[in-house]
């Protein structure tokens, strides 16, 4: 902490962010004036690297844009490809992908719940000091994490960075067989998410209201994972009817522009501050929750996900990933129950002159790419837009609208070590992958 006449605080070291970035606060009297999360890493070139290359290549390498949800990449890459060349993969293989998907959204929101959000609501510093009055709780989450990269490992070929993905599918599809194991360590993991609903729903979250509007994925008759029409649910009509936009359109809508305190582009969507993520997706798609992740969401007091509750305390936010952890165990286990191996691994995707867009849920939001081809599948342009990017304004609201109401609050002054725990609580409500790695916050009170 350094006081040279304008109040300054700093905090060098935290590693419950996935990236790194800064953040810097303002305040006037009792005022917050200015709150700007600062992402100041390099730029990572991932769209030039595309250009160029073969159009067989876009899921591997963007694969490597994130080591936490690589699949969400895959995905994504996979579908814009196949609009651009006229192919349509369903039937089982589409199912497989979905399996894949379910096993990443259970490693990556398990890794968020108990490796770094769950300290913050029970006083600890990190998920070491909560292991040690806690541990059947931290290996309950990990139990939960080792069951999501059983997934990945079995469909991709490893957990992190899968290798097993093509466009059209798969290069090696499993057997029967080879998928029975995971349905009897899902069933164990049922058990554990389950649990962890309940463990969460019990932590004490301050009072707060996000009024955003909600950006996600919807594909009537089943929570949006791996396909969907984008919807926008105003800020002004929660609880009523979103409405859609066509993904042709994504880039009619969604604004992307350079702001000086960040190499992230921040986005709008037709020019206000939108959230994308669990937030948006369970208020959206909360009516196709499986029954039992309904029931559970009803125990934690989130309301009847059927008749349009929503939760728009972005403090909870840890609860509604915990619920999404049951959506996708008991997701992955219809599929493997149900599973018939295809006649083929993979569909042929011959490449063709086109404009070909895909998007699809990652774990922290929604996940657009556009690729444009010409006749032989050479990439010519490549655009993605990842949902930490498409978060960034919003957080920083959130983070503005938690240090005024602690300012506003009466009693004690809040003095600057509270107020940095504060701002690091609000933004790791939305788990942001800043840049797919963890290493730290630097965090600038600057009072006047």
Known sequence: MNH??????RLDALARVEGEAALHLRVEGDTVVETRLRIYEPPRFFEA?????????????????????PVAYQMSACQAIENASGVTVDGPLAELRRLLYCGEWIESHTL???LLHAPDFLGRADVVELARDQRAAVERGLRL???????????????????NV???????????????PLAERLRQARDDALETVRWVAAFDFPDAVCDHDLFALRHPGRYAVDIGTPVVMAAADHGRAPHPIPLTDFEQHVR???????????????GRRYLTGPLARYAINGQWLHPVAAEVAGE???????????????????????????????????IIDGYEPPPRPAVDVPPRRGVGVGATEAPRGLLYHRYALTEDGTLTEARIVPPTAQNQTAIEEDVRRAVQARLDRPGPAADDEELTR???????????????????????VERS
């Open 166 to 180: 093509r466009i059209g599918g798969f290069y090696r599809t499993p057997s029967p067989d080879e998928l029975r």
């Open 422 to 444: 504060l701002c690091e609580r609000a933004i790791r409500n939305h788990d942001p992958c800043i840049s797919c790695s963890a290493h730290f916050l630097d965090v600038t």
């Open 256 to 270: 992307e522009e350079q702001v000086p305190h960040s190499t992230a582009l921040t986005a709008t969507l037709d």
């Open 112 to 114: 968020h719940i108990y």
């Open 49 to 69: 690297f595309l250009t160029g290359r073969g159009h067989t290549e876009p899921p591997d390498i963007t694969a490597r844009i994130c080591g936490i949800c």
């Open 4 to 9: 040279r006449g304008t109040r300054v605080l």
């Open 300 to 334: 934690a007091g989130l309301g009847d996900p059927a008749t349009g509750a929503i939760c728009d305390n972005p403090f909870r936010s840890i609860v509604v990933r915990a619920i999404e952890v049951v959506q996708a165990v008991e997701e992955a286990l219809r």
């Open 145 to 163: 994490k080792q069951a999501g990269n059983a997934i990945v490992q079995q469909l991709g070929g490893r957990p992190i960075h899968p290798v």
